[in-house]
DNA sequence: ATGCTTGCAAACGGTTTGCACGTGT
DNA sequence: ACACGTGCAAACCGTTTGCAAGCAT
């Protein structure tokens, strides 16, 4: 664990630093979970481990493995950004309204439909993002 | 106009007001042109007109709007709102990642598999947003 | 040793809010 | 007249930054 999480880091050109390997480590430790942290989530996070960062690094190291294409940031709620491990499937999110649980999917169709769309108007699809709105369905 | 104006506003059980004439009137004047408006876009506009509003009072007037689905709101860039009228077709973006320029468009085919995806998730699709990072081809 | 990193506190920028005054119906 | 709407300034809150001290290499 420690071995590949430093690799990750060295390869970002980034120091493996304590605040670094943890905060990595708590986003490893959910990966698959269909969770999605904010900066003052994982700050609390390693708080409660008994590390003590500041919320500023917490930010400051986000932004850097954003940079470096380890997270990725999106914005379900317009007031705060959230994180999660880079996926290279480059999945996307539907986000229930009422309890706000977010679910990945991925759907190879319309991401082609996509790359037609931007290519009819003279574009070149860089990047993406789709977010889906729904609520459970009563039975 | 101000009589299309004034209904709509009725209708939303908002009094006409002058702010919330004019803002709907410069959402109206540009829609089509696919501008997308901040609140302090849209209040520089009123004082370059000669009309001293609040920039608070830009910002009540078009929430308000956003919960009458006069308008929509959106998140191209993560630290700032977007606003435009309101498209009962629901259309989605490309963004010019060089330029910032926004381009329009609406799939249906990609609708319908959206909502094929929630519903196969249990979920009931209630909205939705597409954002398209994008780059002008070099021919 | 040296330059990247960190923690802290202060600054920032978009957005919201409390309050006293103004305006539409 | 009365409730609703507005302007102003201050508060808010997530995020960023300057700086002096700390750590990885």
């Known amino acids: 664990m420690s071995d590949k999480t430093n690799k990750n ?9 304590l605040p670094r390997i943890k905060i990595l480590e708590i986003l490893q430790r959910t990966s698959g ?11 609390k996070e390693l708080v409660l481990n008994n590390y003590d960062v500041g919320l500023a690094t917490v930010y400051r190291v986000l932004t850097q493995f954003e940079n470096a ?6 914005q379900f709620e317009s007031n705060k950004s959230v994180y999660e491990l880079n996926d290279p499937l480059n999945h996307d999110h539907m986000v229930c309204v009422d309890t706000g649980e977010t679910t990945e999917f991925y759907d190879e169709e319309i991401k082609n439909k996509q790359r037609e769309i931007a ?7 860089l990047d993406q993002s789709i977010v889906l709105y729904v609520k459970k369905v009563k039975k």
Request: net charge negative.
């Open 119 to 125: 290519a009819k108007h003279g574009y070149e699809l």
């Open 69 to 74: 294409r380890i997270v990725v940031k999106h």
């Open 9 to 17: 880091l060295k390869e970002a050109g980034l120091k493996a630093t």
């Open 33 to 43: 979970t269909e969770d999605h942290f904010t900066a003052e989530e994982i700050y």
